[in-house]
């Protein structure tokens, strides 16, 4: 028998659309009809990816034109070009050309997991552009449910100050980094203000080049060091 969809309540489309696995599918669903498009949206939106070069990425666009769709993106992946060069045009406040992501970002009120990743086919990068972790770390730490951080950047002493706004944070629940400098980490938890922010993770993933690594097990329940 048939089942008439126009019967069934709202919040049941919603939990259908979201046990959709392909995304294509759930595309192809949300053009059925207004109703499906609606209950579609959840979870069509709730994983973003986008990228720092150039104009804006396309789905900041679209939820510049559609701002009730904000409220459903949960994750971002952030694709960047620019965190390895020291010098980057798109930081040139003389030719007008000041990053364009902050300010759509800095809108995702329920974010509560944000991934960067350097552009293919780099898996890891060194953080040169100190501007851009600052800028990014201003933004992130605005975030009341933000629990996850996942940075595929290798870090040193330098990068790793200026995301500390970011660590006093409080509420992480998850970090991740790359190859980090030895005593980078130690150093920040050498503040009181940091072993109590440091006291709410649960699972911290660094890469390091050697077994020496100055972190209390009572910090977090989970702790992986790769290498």
């Known amino acids: 028998m048939p089942i008439d969809f126009s019967l069934l309540p709202y919040d049941i489309l ?46 900041f666009r679209i939820l510049e034109d559609q701002p009730h769709l904000r409220s459903y993106v949960r994750s971002a992946t952030h694709i960047t070009t620019c965190l390895a060069t020291e010098k980057d045009t798109l930081w040139d406040e003389k030719k007008d050309r000041k990053p364009k992501w902050p300010n759509p970002l800095s809108r995702l009120s329920n974010l509560e997991s944000y991934t960067l990743l350097p552009a293919p086919p780099s898996p890891l990068v060194d953080a040169k552009n100190f501007d851009f972790l600052l800028c990014l770390s201003c933004v992130l730490s605005r975030f009341e449910k933000l629990r996850r951080v996942h940075f595929a950047v290798n870090m040193d002493r330098m990068a790793m100050s200026l995301i500390s706004g970011l660590l006093l944070h409080g509420q992480l629940s998850g970090l991740t980094f790359g190859r980090t400098e030895l005593g980078a980490l130690s150093q920040l938890t050498r503040e009181p203000e940091m072993i109590q922010s440091f006291s709410s993770i649960r699972e911290l993933h660094i890469m390091v080049s050697r077994w020496s690594i100055v972190l209390s097990g009572k910090y977090m329940a989970c702790l992986r060091i790769l290498y």
């Open 14 to 59: 919603v939990l259908i659309c979201a046990s959709v696995t392909h995304r294509q599918t759930l595309v192809s669903c949300s053009l059925v009809c207004r109703s499906f498009r609606e209950a579609a949206q959840p979870t069509l939106y709730r994983d973003i990816v986008f990228t720092d070069a150039g104009s804006p990425s396309c789905v």
